[in-house]
């Protein structure tokens, strides 16, 4: 496949040249640049490149261009590759009108002319916006084909399990032409799906997620038998631990049971995450963290869920469901939390096909023009709902108390109270729901009143409570009554330490009441619960396994 593509256009030839030139020396051995000198000779370029079947990166256009300037041209670019990150070429002037063009075209970034050095002023904007544009998966370019039904929980949580694990695909229903044909090639029914059609033509029906991910390029065997450091659970504080351990010398491994990123990956948006002032994704933080510990060296086995922690002399044993094992000298517990089912058994059977758990940004665009619920107070619920509303018709969030405020971001609360179709029911909650197939109606209860009624929609959308999934750790690691892992001083009562503890010392901040076994990020008892200091639990674990390590 031919090389990406990065293109400038600017009507002045002498600022022509020395971006395409500056970008050239730096990425000219990856990408094909193009230059064009306005932006009508851009168009024809992009229309070429599309009828190549090629791809576009990064397009940098000038602002003040006779007849098309750089917003006009970034505008009808954007319907040929809607994907590509976009640029704007100021001059100091035309700040306002790059400050315009975020909302006119979602601008990714506006450059200042002149922009040397170009090692300060260029280059880290362009190489920001190449990982982007690299970790978005691209649905058009996507050779893995997914045919199923609409209200199916089980393709849905195929399409999901991709999503989430950025591998891009083709969705298709059983009921259009070529599903049709995928399912009857393959041999069977559209009572059968989700059918997955991969690259090389292997047909997976109702695949479990371990299988899927080992046809679809994701790592689920360990090549080692033993470590010195094994990451359980992918979240911020995961890949955290895994980025400064593999960075540090460690071999480590990073287990995680469903798709890198956790709670975090599934968050549409992230506005208050310190270096990222126009906010960043859940997907790309976590995807570039994921391709940070990859590059270092660090292991990550996916769709693997681990069972079962034992020590075993200076070793700790994790088992995983199925029997395998691995053996570490360290382990890092970084599973996270999970959000808690609603209490209205006549909900459950719409898991999947209508009631979600999570944002599930995937469904986004298929509540176009729909009535859409969410339940919860929290900024998970309030960045999904940001996400939503540019969708849907209509946002109705559900909270049990009086108002936002409460328990989200003041920032978050100033922006859904600014958006139209973002309605905010206080004193509600969610008691029942039914549907043929899938949801239609949801029962609502007034908490204070206790009057009830019904209302008609298909999308329901849940982010309530923090439940940790620690179950496996019972009657091995010492947790609190709610579940959380208790660590360091926690663990220290009246000057005695945790029973069983064999070590001359107290546990360490982050160490668990087994010695050499760590807790970091939402699992751990009395965390921030917050995604940079998750990130910052991760990279202090990092540095307690050192001291452990140097100790033994």
């Known amino acids: 496949m031919a090389n990406p593509t990065i293109l400038t256009v600017d009507d002045d030839p002498a600022v022509s040249r020395a971006v395409a030139r500056d970008i050239r020396r730096r990425y000219g051995d990856r990408y094909r640049v193009v230059r064009a000198v306005s932006g009508a000779e851009a168009l024809e370029a992009l229309h070429e490149i599309k009828l190549r079947g090629e791809r576009l990166a990064v397009m940098l256009a000038d602002y003040r261009m006779p007849k098309m300037n750089g917003i006009e041209f970034l505008e009808e670019a954007m319907d040929l590759f809607p994907l590509a990150r976009r640029v704007l070429l100021t001059a100091y002037a035309d700040t306002g009108a790059a400050i315009d063009a975020i909302n006119v075209v979602d601008l990714d970034h506006y450059l200042l002319k002149p922009w040397n050095p170009p090692e300060e002023h260029l280059y880290p904007v362009i190489d920001s916006l190449l990982d982007v544009w690299a970790a978005t998966p691209d649905p058009t370019a996507a050779e893995i084909r997914v045919v ?19 591998v891009p695909y083709r969705w ?9 044909r995928l399912l009857a090639a393959a041999g069977v029914t559209a009572a059968d799906v989700p059918l997955v059609v991969t690259a090389d033509g292997t047909s997976l029906v109702a695949p ?14 360990p090549t080692s038998d033993f470590y010195d450091l094994v990451v359980v659970g992918g ?3 995961g890949l955290g631990a895994a980025v400064y351990g593999a960075s540090e010398g460690l071999r480590t491994v990073l287990v995680e049971r469903e798709a890198t990123g956790g709670q975090t990956g599934q968050s549409s948006r992230i506005d208050n995450y310190l270096g990222f002032p126009d906010g960043v994704s859940g997907s790309q933080l976590t995807g570039r963290a994921r391709r940070q510990a990859l ?31 691995i053996t570490a000298h360290t382990v890092v517990l970084a599973t996270g939390v999970s959000y ?5 058994p006549s909900l459950e059977p719409f898991t999947g096909a209508g009631v979600f758990y999570g944002s599930a940004v995937t469904e986004a665009p298929t509540c176009s023009g729909d009535e859409v619920y969410m339940v919860g107070g929290a900024n998970s619920a309030g960045q999904a709902a940001l996400h939503f509303s540019r969708y849907a018709k209509r946002v109705h969030m559900l909270v049990r108390g009086a108002d936002l405020a409460r328990s989200m971001s003041t920032y978050l609360v100033d922006r859904i109270s600014a958006i139209d179709n973002i309605v905010v029911h206080p004193w509600t909650e969610v008691v029942g729901g039914k549907g043929d197939g899938h949801l239609e109606q949801l029962t609502l209860r007034d908490t204070r009143s206790g009057a009830v009624e019904t209302v008609a929609t298909s999308w329901l959308f849940v982010f309530i409570g923090a439940a940790p999934r620690t179950e496996w750790l019972d009657g091995v690691v010492a947790r609190d009554e709610r579940g959380f892992v208790l660590t360091g001083p926690d663990l220290v009562a009246d000057g005695q330490r945790p029973a069983g503890w064999s070590l001359p010392r107290d546990p360490y901040h982050l160490e668990s009441s087994v010695p050499g076994v760590f807790a970091a990020g939402d699992v751990r008892a009395a965390s921030l619960k917050r995604v940079a200091s998750a990130v910052g639990d991760g ?8 001291r452990y390590l140097e100790a033994q």
């Open 148 to 166: 199923g039904h609409r209200w199916s929980a089980p393709s849905f949580a195929v399409r999901d399990f991709l999503a989430r694990n950025l």
């Open 172 to 180: 298709l229903k059983a009921d259009e032409p070529e599903g049709a």
């Open 208 to 221: 479990a997620e371990k299988e899927l991910a080992a046809h679809v390029g994701l790592s689920t065997t």
């Open 235 to 237: 979240g911020p504080a």
């Open 295 to 325: 590059k270092f060296g660090a292991e990550i086995l996916s769709a693997r869920e681990v069972v079962a922690l034992e020590a075993a002399g200076s070793g700790r044993v994790l088992r995983f469901g199925g029997g395998a094992s």
């Open 340 to 344: 808690r089912m609603l209490a209205a």
């Open 539 to 546: 990279a202090m674990a990092i540095s307690l396994v050192h």
